[in-house]
């Protein structure tokens, strides 16, 4: 196997089996202040977001760090109304940006087991959810974006950098799925503070 292919995989094997260290920044969901000299615009909701969810503002976001290595920035869009309480039946759309080579194989396999913090579910739905994620999810390289959207009724659709690659209609896996990141048993609670915008 060529090297640099083996030194991917090692890596994704470390990223996906150990536990991660977070630096947490926290985006307001008010509105932003007035433009200053120094300020910056707010990140545009993607493309392929807008007809999904025209009314969603940014609710918070955080980078998720492995050793100190930034593994990717999270931005969680979500309607004005969202409580966090509820998130498994509200719309939203989870964005996540890449800043490292990860296989999509081993971002689907991370996904199963941190799917099991948050409920539990048979190794038959694991199989069949694992076979979906692996198509949703091909390998990322720096500046590629996974998006996940709930239409808050079990319906998800995935996309890489604006092209759809899955969906399915499951509620129970709507709700495991975006609780690795919303739901009180995440592994990354700091990240999930800052994605609901919740104080720390």
Not at 73 to 97: H, I, K, M, N
């Amino acid at each position: 196997m060529n090297p640099r292919r083996l030194h991917r995989r090692a890596l994704c094997a470390a990223l996906c089996s150990m536990p991660w260290t977070l630096m947490a920044t926290t985006t307001s969901s008010a509105p932003p202040a007035a433009a200053g000299p120094a300020s910056t615009a707010p990140p545009a909701m993607p493309e392929e977001l807008q007809p999904l969810l025209p009314e969603a503002r940014l609710r918070g976001s955080g980078v998720l760090r492995f050793f100190g290595l930034r593994v990717y920035e999270a931005r969680l869009w979500t309607l004005p109304a969202f409580t966090p309480e509820d998130y498994a039946s509200q719309r939203l759309g989870l964005v996540l940006s890449y800043d490292r080579r990860l296989e999509g194989g081993a971002i689907a396999e991370r996904s199963i087991a941190e799917m099991r913090r948050v409920g539990s579910f048979s190794e038959a739905q694991a199989q069949q959810w694992l076979a979906l994620m692996r198509k949703a999810f091909p390998d990322v390289k720096p500046g590629d974006r996974l998006l996940g959207w709930h239409d808050g009724q079990g319906g998800v659709r995935f996309f890489h950098n604006g092209r759809p690659t899955a969906e399915l209609a499951d509620p129970l896996y709507a709700r495991l799925f975006f609780g690795i990141w919303l739901a009180p048993q995440s592994s990354a609670p700091a990240l999930r503070q800052s994605l609901l915008g919740l104080p720390g």
